[in-house]
């Protein structure tokens, strides 16, 4: 890992100051007393709103940022299992009021040690596609949500550990409510669950329940106390240990090699955060083993030659060059991003800025490039490109506290359900279907291919944007799978060249084009630039796009949040003062999972 760490520090870019992680303690640091630049309160955004609430109550208990991170998250494992929770795992990008430094978390899941780049072969020597790969126990990566919470906690946290587990704990105990984002995953995404599961969350006849119907969830309730009082290793060895390897080595599908060793041994890791500047403001997300952090940058990057300001957010021709950006950045990101630990990853090299500068010469306002190609940016290992396989899923929350601190996170199980295996009421990941299932492309190795101990490579990207004047302007992320790039670069050309709110930049609608044809999301008023991209040159089709983020900014001083209106996503304060979101009506297709 340290020949990436040393290129990140040698970057040209305005890059975050590394970050002094701060070692942990018995006793939880002090909270930070606001400052006079400081917004003298707190808020949570996440996508549902009893675990926003979840968080509110522990700012309101004296939470840091943190604390309250740590509490949605656990909530949202309750009310949100298709999407999110211990059994999955995370990433972490904070910003420090007192320090005015960028830190960031790889709580990401990990192949067992048995694991080889075959492995989603059958006997015969055929790969799987990714829809026979993902039930059962050969998707499922070491979990990493639980200690990428301790860790943070153990850095950032006020409260006693134990605390933040209380809001879940009663979510799971006393029951919540069907809502219709779970009750469409079920009918529509729940076929491969287990028994287990469906007994939880269905009818006695195996039915999906009535909107508003309580679901209970008394394992889930016992499991997470039994961790809230004896603390996470308990979910990582012993019995509990035993119990998931038992689980997906037993599975009755795609059965897997993990070990109890696997998951002692499991660590989330301190990254120094990915920064790049986009107009004076300094842009910080998630590197790698996360691809979505560079990628995300690197559309900026491209763009930053071009006047989107005076283009507008109803331009085509703005929404052309930000396609044209986005198959770049896209085509670099399939070729080179993976775990650093296993494989090259020349971030030095892709934000060069001659190199940027290069790239960005191959984009015209007035044509659409013919195809698309891999660039060899400075220090590039010889590579092949394998296409993106991710599907809409995850969740993401912001947390702010009454000191400043910041807290985006991005977590997930990956697909809706996960792999569909459970251990006492907590959804296991399908993570390691993010792996490029097929590891040669014309014999050549690609750099996301399946190994022992390595990351699968994720869109996941929570972002803290900084505004000149120093301060955070913008702290954002999204789920979605591999949309969840384009969602944030999108968000942010909103908010600094279109001057929108966040919540209006969330809830514009998005052209995704990672590839030749470009999707325009239905039902948006990009449906009327159609005409205006075709004349470009662009081949565009027009579909729904499983989209969810949430955002919290720092406007006049005061901060003001935002939560997709396609989701069931809200932004609630201290106070109580809960954030009015224009919901968007339900449509066909696949929902923000």
């Not at 459970?422 to 990941?429: E, I, K, P």
């Not at 302007?473 to 999204?478: D, F, K, M, N, S």
Request: include cysteine; glycine fraction near 10%.
């Amino acid at each position: 890992m340290k020949h990436w760490l040393l290129s990140v520090a040698a970057l040209a870019l305005p890059f975050a100051t590394p970050v002094e992680a701060r070692q942990p303690t018995d006793k939880a640091p002090a909270a930070q007393s606001p400052t006079a630049k400081t917004p003298a309160t707190g808020m949570v955004s996440a996508a549902d709103p009893r675990a926003a609430a979840a968080g509110v109550e522990i700012l309101r208990a004296g939470g840091s940022a943190t604390d309250a991170a740590i509490a949605t998250m656990l909530a949202l494992n309750v009310v949100e299992p298709q999407s999110s929770g211990i059994g999955g795992g995370s990433y972490w990008v904070r910003h420090d009021a007192r320090t005015q430094r960028t830190d960031s978390i790889d709580a990401r899941e990990i192949a067992p040690m048995a694991a080889t780049p075959d492995w989603f072969y059958d006997p015969d020597g055929r790969p799987l596609s990714h829809s026979e790969a993902v039930p059962g126990g050969r998707s499922v990566g070491v979990p990493g949500a639980l200690r990428g919470m301790a860790l943070a906690h153990a850095q950032g946290g006020n409260l006693p550990w134990a605390r933040l587990f209380q809001p879940a704990i009663r979510l799971a105990r006393e029951g919540f409510q069907l809502t219709p984002r779970l009750q469409t995953a079920l009918t529509r995404y729940g076929g491969h669950v287990d028994a287990a599961t469906r007994a939880r969350l269905t009818g006695p006849d195996g039915q999906v329940l009535p909107l508003g119907s309580t679901i209970r969830n008394p394992e889930q309730a016992a499991l997470l106390e039994r961790i809230a009082r004896l603390g996470p290793d308990y979910f990582y060895v012993g019995p509990q240990a035993q119990k998931l390897v038992a689980t997906v080595n037993t599975a009755q599908r795609n059965p897997s090699k993990m070990t109890t060793g696997d998951l002692a041994s499991y660590a989330a890791k301190p990254r120094t955060p990915l920064c790049a500047t986009y107009r004076g403001y300094k842009v910080c997300s998630m590197a790698p083993s996360s691809g979505g952090g560079s990628t995300m940058l690197s559309i900026l990057k491209l763009l930053e030659r071009f006047d989107m300001g005076k283009l507008g957010k109803d331009s085509p021709i703005a929404w052309h060059l930000f396609a044209e950006a986005s198959r770049l950045a896209y085509a670099d990101r399939d070729m080179y991003l993976g775990d650093p630990d296993y494989v090259r990853v020349p971030l030095k090299g892709l934000f060069n800025p001659a190199y940027i500068a290069s790239r960005s010469a191959l984009i015209s306002p007035d044509r659409t490039m013919a195809s698309v190609s891999p660039g060899t940016p400075p220090g590039a290992p010889a590579r092949v490109r394998a296409p993106v396989s991710e599907v809409p899923g995850t969740t993401d929350l912001v947390t702010v506290d009454a000191a400043g601190n910041v807290a985006e996170v991005t977590t997930t199980v990956e697909g809706s359900f996960g792999s569909g295996l459970s251990v006492d009421g907590t959804m296991l990941n399908n993570e390691l279907t993010d792996f490029d299932i097929v590891p040669v492309k014309d014999g050549d190795l690609v750099a996301n291919r399946v190994e022992g101990g390595k990351r699968p490579r994720s869109s996941m990207s929570p972002t803290i944007v900084y505004g000149p004047d120093g301060q955070v302007r913008l702290a954002i992320g999204a789920a979605g799978g591999s949309t969840i790039i384009a969602q944030i670069a999108k968000a942010i050309i909103g908010v600094i060249d279109w001057k929108l709110s966040a919540q209006d930049a969330i809830a514009q609608g998005l052209l995704f084009a990672p590839y030749k044809v470009a999707t325009v999301e239905k039902g948006t008023a990009l449906e009327a630039l159609v005409p205006g991209l075709q004349a470009l040159g662009e081949t565009v089709t027009v579909a729904p796009l499983g989209l969810k983020a949430n955002a919290i900014e720092r406007v006049d001083g005061r901060w003001v949040g935002a939560a997709d209106p396609r989701s069931e996503g809200v932004a609630i304060d201290v106070t109580g003062r809960t954030t009015v979101i224009q919901r968007v009506g339900d449509k066909p297709g696949r929902p923000p999972e």
